[in-house]
Structures are given as structure tokens and as C-alpha cells.
């Protein structure tokens, strides 16, 4: 089992920026592959970025592409995902998941959180 526990959402102005993080405990963190999820009320739940076991490569949602950044700090069995230039259609809760593959699919990420609100306002 992993646990995993995201903090760092809030409430931002339109433009600005936030960092969450998702701290892991359980299994070896180095084990995973990490992401980010995301869902807004009355949507399915998206895929937001991903980072590899190692840290040496990410892949990102077309809409938060250069945006966002999505890194890891094994030593601290700690996901972050740096957002900046929020929008409002950024806003949802936000989700941290781990896979044994480095994958975009919801359904291919095995430990999930409980999730951290992130409010954009216009």
C-alpha cells in the first residue's frame, strides 16, 4: 500500500500561481511513477501531468502545457506540481496517484489521494 496525501490547495486570482504537493508513505516511493489528476464539478476526472520513477521525464496535458510542472523529490517521498498563470477553468480538485507505469490512464494508477480544492477566481 502507498498513502498519499496532497496539500497546498487554496484559493488564487486569475493569473496567479500555487504549488501542491503529495506526500507519499508506505512503499517505496522510488517504486512509482506519479501524477496529477484533476476534476471539476460535473466533469470526469483528467489527466493532468506525469512524471517518471525516476524524475527524468514528465509528459503533460495539452491544457496545461507550459504552464504547469509536475516534479518529484524521492529523498522526501514527495510529488509537486507548480502551477502558474492559473485560469479559472483550472479550478477543481486535484489529485496525486501512483502507477508502477509511466502512463496518462486513470485507470492505470494503482494508490490515489484524497485530493486538495483549488479555487482560480476571474
Known amino acids: 500500500q502507498v498513502q498519499l496525501v496532497e496539500s497546498g490547495g487554496g484559493l488564487v486570482q486569475a493569473g496567479g500561481s500555487l504549488r501542491l504537493s503529495c506526500a507519499a508513505s508506505?512503499?517505496?516511493?522510488?517504486?512509482?511513477?506519479m501524477a496529477w489528476f484533476r476534476q471539476a464539478p460535473g466533469k470526469e476526472r483528467e489527466f493532468v501531468a506525469a512524471?517518471?520513477?525516476?524524475?527524468?521525464?514528465?509528459m503533460y496535458a495539452d491544457s496545461v502545457k507550459g504552464r504547469f510542472t509536475i516534479s518529484r523529490d524521492n529523498a522526501k517521498n514527495t510529488v509537486y506540481l507548480q502551477m502558474n498563470r492559473l485560469k479559472p477553468e483550472d479550478a477543481a480538485d486535484y489529485y496525486c496517484?501512483?502507477?508502477?507505469?509511466?502512463?496518462?490512464?486513470?485507470?492505470?494508477?494503482?494508490?490515489w489521494g484524497q485530493g486538495t480544492q483549488v479555487t482560480v477566481s476571474a
Open positions: 496517484a501512483a502507477s508502477p507505469a509511466f502512463v496518462r490512464a486513470a485507470n492505470g494508477y494503482l494508490y
Open positions: 508506505g512503499r517505496t516511493f522510488s517504486n512509482y511513477a
Open positions: 512524471i517518471t520513477k525516476s524524475g527524468s521525464s514528465t
